[in-house]
């Protein structure tokens, strides 16, 4: 991999990169590699508690990833009796650890008789989304709310975390046995897959609002066309 000049093309030695920031266009601050170094944080085996908190005061979206924490020799009574106790009074150990020369925010809460530890995302790291602005025009009526709310209960069922495997790696997985056996494999053109019973929400929920309007007799008591539905977009 050749390392060149973008304004004329002319190639660079290894040893003539710098690490820098762009402070403003244009503008950067070179960084040596051992002021880098000096402020890397150092991997410890300890987990440093800051502060306790109730589960329910920490928003979903910050959780990123889960690790299971082990006691270890003299420290088994002491890991016992906090989980109890955090157990008692649903509470949840915020701290610190370091991974891999990364330190990371962590949220300690007791799972399935141990303590899990989940890495959380920084504040600056959490996608702010504008403030919903109501508009008269897309308040729901009391009629709407009603059918929605039925619709929601009628698709409610207990979490079954066993239920919605992954897919793509099972297909995969098939796909791999099939080979295996000696079966010739004939790819399905896209679209002829069953893909089951699989509700569009937005559409349902428009097609209530239009039943609506129509018993009610309103100007615009027409069924919405299943090509014109919108669909719901996750950020």
């Known amino acids: 991999m050749k390392r060149v000049v973008e304004a004329t ?19 950067f601050v070179l960084i040596e590699p051992d002021e880098i170094a000096a402020l890397a944080p ?40 906090l989980l109890t106790t955090m ?6 150990a915020i701290g610190r ?4 020369t990364k330190e990371y925010l962590a949220a300690i809460r007791p799972k399935d008789g141990v303590l899990c530890l989940e890495t959380l995302r920084f ?29 929601l209960d009628s698709m409610t069922v207990p979490w079954n975390p066993d239920v919605y495997g992954d897919q793509y790696r099972d297909q995969v997985l098939a796909l791999i046995e099939r080979k295996r056996a ?26 209530s609002i239009a039943a609506s309007k129509a018993a009610n007799g309103g100007p615009n008591a027409v069924a919405p066309d299943a090509e014109t539905t919108s669909s719901a977009v996750a950020h």
């Open 123 to 151: 504040a600056d790291e959490v996608l702010r989304v504008p403030a919903w602005q109501d508009e008269e025009s897309t308040m729901p009526s009391s009629a709407e709310e009603t059918m929605a709310v039925q619709l």
């Open 97 to 100: 650890i370091i991974m891999r």
């Open 182 to 207: 000696g079966e010739t494999i004939v790819p399905a053109a896209p679209g002829d897959d069953d893909k089951g019973k699989v509700i569009d929400l937005m559409a349902a929920l428009e097609a």
């Open 42 to 81: 150092k991997a410890s085996h300890t987990v440093e508690i800051e502060a306790f908190v109730d589960l329910s005061d920490i928003d979903p979206i910050y959780f990123e990833q889960p690790y299971y924490l082990t006691p270890t020799g003299p420290t088994d009574k002491a890991y016992r009796l």
């Open 9 to 27: 093309g002319e190639e660079i030695a290894h040893k003539d990169i710098k690490k820098g920031y762009e402070v403003l266009p244009g503008e």
């Open 87 to 92: 157990e008692s009074q649903q509470k949840v």
